[in-house]
């Protein structure tokens, strides 16, 4: 008798379910899923930008294309070559290589941000004549008058206004590669001493050097 009650008992709720009326449920779109701008869940291209933006001079200097030859083929990338300073004394390169352009100068930036050393300068040039030198690559430096301006080529004068040198005079020997000639002035920028320096290394006063 009890089995047949439980029967009873179900039957009746499964007729009730059937009687009942449908409630139509709304359909889901994919974009429900999206995060909404207003709310703050996705920034836009202006936020972003404001956010990337910390102050630095960040200079292009070349993009080559690499090949890589593997088992199964050829693999092309890019090879990026950054400078990165504040205009204020500090300067970075860095080169960094990716399957995009964007990502090879991103990865580029960072390295240079990274590598950042400080550069004595005197106002708006540099304190003495120096000569850089990376590989077959010589770039010589000399100080200049105020409103000389940058004399320098292409490569060497993105490492210079990264670096806030506005009077200087310059000159190119041997290899015009560009990473050649970035390396040579920045090794030639981070030789350069003050009179402070140098009279600390020598033991003496500004005014007896």
Sequence with gaps: ME???EVEVVTQEAQQQETAPKTEQPR????DNRPDNRKGGRRNNREREAREDD???KKTVAINRVTKVVKGGRTMRFSALCVVGDGKGMVGIGMAKAAEVPQ???????RAKKN???VELVDTTIPHETIGKF???H????????GTGVIAGGPVRNVLEAVGIKDIRTKSYGSNNPVNCVKATFN????LRNKEHIAALRGKSVDEI
């Excluded at 090879?104 to 960072?110: G, M, S, T, Y």
């Excluded at 770039?139 to 105020?146: D, G, S, W």
């Excluded at 030639?188 to 030789?191: N, R």
Aim: no cysteine.
């Design 104 to 110: 090879a100068i991103e990865k580029a930036n960072l």
């Design 55 to 57: 102050g630095l001079i």
């Design 116 to 118: 950042m050393v400080k």
């Design 3 to 5: 089995n047949v009650q």
């Design 188 to 191: 030639g920028l981070v030789s």
């Design 139 to 146: 770039v010589l430096m000399m100080p200049a008058q105020p």
């Design 28 to 31: 889901r779109n994919f974009r």
């Design 135 to 137: 590989g077959k690559g």
